[in-house]
């Protein structure tokens, strides 16, 4: 079994997972997922609406970024789900 090392440019291309703002919280969070401290997160449909993509479904293997925007290391989705809104008033 041969395992390749992917190129710079390949890294680059990959589909990028933001956690946090830019700065120490986001590479606390960012420690924590590569020591398996954190093995979930949420997120909010409405934020896939505000950057225009299609749907709020894992795609690919997305890559985290450390604040320096260097990658970290490349995410793995097992599950995901969009709850029924059952909580919020209606108008």
Do not use: C, N
Request: no cysteine.
């Amino acid at each position: 079994m041969s395992t390749s090392v992917p190129t710079p440019a390949e890294i680059a291309a990959l589909p990028k997972a933001e956690f946090a703002f830019p700065g120490p919280l986001r590479d606390q969070l960012v420690a924590a997922i590569l020591t398996r401290a954190k093995t979930s997160t949420t997120g909010l449909a409405v934020d896939y609406e505000h950057e225009d993509e299609d749907e709020a479904l894992p795609k690919g293997r997305p890559t985290t970024l450390w604040a320096a925007r260097a990658a970290a290391g490349q995410l793995s989705s097992t599950s995901w789900s969009i709850p029924a809104d059952t909580h919020s008033p209606r108008s």
